[in-house]
């Protein structure tokens, strides 16, 4: 399998200067191969503009400083980038041309296959790149053994610092998905409660309401600064950390909770959801784009595929609206936070009815025949909840109460009942 293996360099000045310098060479060929290719009458193939390198260094000095497969790499970047606006035209959206790269737009650069290595010297590993040297490297987890490292990507981030992302190869098989899963599970995600499960529990969502408020101070702070000033770029990178310190902290929610799942169940749900087009329409728009659901539901998937995990993406038309019991649709408006049906009087929490919708839904793409309880449950309540996923007979029991989980509990311990099971193991015998 394909990982992508990130950490922290520290390089002297020295070094930065070097990369700095790597990269802006590496920005205006890009910007060079985008002009050829706009002027050219008939787009040539990559391996043809590729082989035009050579004889393109014996005229541009600066070129010789830069590894060749790097050099390669910025003509695939460009390939690729026409591929994609390509791709979206062919699905109806309006696109334009490739623009050409400003320093603040391209921050990178890729060695393919050679001219890096990982070296320990002195008890500290370093990372060798032709034509660079050896950068101090933070390897805060280890490459796996059986891995081969394909792919090295160098990048500085808005707020100066460098990191290096190692993409690698597993020599591992896949764990085989069971043909019988027994623990299953259904998600609905949302905003106040970021997900809703079939187990019984409401995670909670971040909340970043003083983060925020320190992001809008500081850029209230930038505006103020004359721009391109020794000031302004100070605050401009005040304004970077802000943004990082929320990136960092929503994608370590995000993987704590993905992986929990991922681990615990044989089969996962969730709806199939178009979150770039729920963020398009007004209103509410910024706390649909903080809840990251397409960020969550990519990590929920890779990590299923790891563990050998089912998961299935379901249409998620009308799963608040249809009732988990007898199946009959009820119109709810947003504010309405309660499903209560008129035909066969089930009540349950709104997210929690859908949750059993969706997993309803998913137990049946998969061609599963699941009649009993997947949790430890009460009887009466494993009925309710085994009616949802495989359309028995109607009943009229309502749900407990789920377990609402603060987001502080599965960034702290990275599970929502990991808390509860040590508690239970201190009061043991």
């Not at 050409?100 to 050679?114: D, F, G, H």
Request: with cysteine; aromatic share 8%; hydrophobic share 30%.
């Amino acid at each position: 399998m394909q990982y992508n293996y990130k950490y922290r360099l520290d390089p002297s000045e020295a070094l930065s200067e070097t990369l700095l310098h790597h990269v802006d060479t590496c920005r205006q060929l890009y910007n060079h191969v985008l002009y050829l290719l706009n002027e050219a009458d008939d787009i040539p193939a990559r391996y043809e503009v590729q082989g035009r390198l050579p004889d393109l260094k014996t005229r541009w000095g600066d070129l010789g400083d830069v590894h060749s497969k790097v050099l390669q790499m910025v003509v695939k970047r460009v390939y690729d980038n026409l591929s994609t606006l390509k791709a979206q035209k062919e699905n109806g959206r309006a696109v334009g041309m490739l623009k050409w790269k400003p320093p603040r737009e391209y921050r990178s650069l890729t060695y393919n296959q050679s001219g890096f290595k990982l070296k320990n010297t002195g008890g500290r590993t370093t990372l060798w790149l032709s034509k660079i040297g050896e950068i101090p490297i933070q390897l805060h987890r280890d490459i796996p053994e059986n891995a081969t490292i394909k792919q090295v990507t160098v990048k500085q981030e808005p707020t100066g610092e460098w990191f290096a992302t190692f993409g690698i190869h597993v020599c591992e098989a896949t764990p085989e998905k069971p043909e019988k899963p027994e623990q299953v599970v259904g998600i609905d995600v949302g905003i106040l409660t970021y997900a809703h499960d079939t187990n019984g529990y409401a995670i909670e969502s971040l909340d970043f309401s003083e983060e925020r408020e320190r992001l809008e101070r500081a850029q209230r702070n930038l505006s103020r600064k004359e721009h391109g000033s020794a000031n302004w770029e100070k605050q401009r990178r005040v304004v970077a950390e802000c943004h990082a310190d929320l990136k960092q902290k929503r994608r370590d929610f995000l993987h704590k909770l993905s992986n929990y799942y991922a681990t615990k169940y044989d089969l996962v749900a969730v709806e199939d959801l178009d979150a770039k087009g729920l963020v398009e329409p007004p209103g509410n728009s910024r706390n649909r784009a903080g809840a990251a659901w397409g960020t969550f539901l990519r990590m929920l998937e890779y990590k299923c595929e790891r563990e050998g995990t089912h998961f299935v993406s379901v249409n998620p038309r009308g799963t608040t609206k249809e009732c988990a019991s007898c199946g009959v649709s009820t119109d709810k408006p947003l504010w309405v936070r309660e499903h209560s049906c008129p035909s066969c009087g089930f009540e349950a929490d709104r997210d929690a009815n859908a949750a059993w919708n969706i997993l309803s839904r998913g137990l049946e793409d998969v061609g599963v025949v699941h009649s009993e309880s997947t949790s430890s449950e009460s009887q009466s309540d494993s009925d309710v909840r085994t009616r949802a996923s495989l359309s028995l007979t109607p009943v009229e029991t309502v749900l407990p109460v789920d377990t609402s989980v603060s987001a502080k509990r599965v960034v702290e311990t990275g599970s929502p009942i990991c808390s509860r099971a040590r508690s239970a193991r201190s009061h043991g015998p």
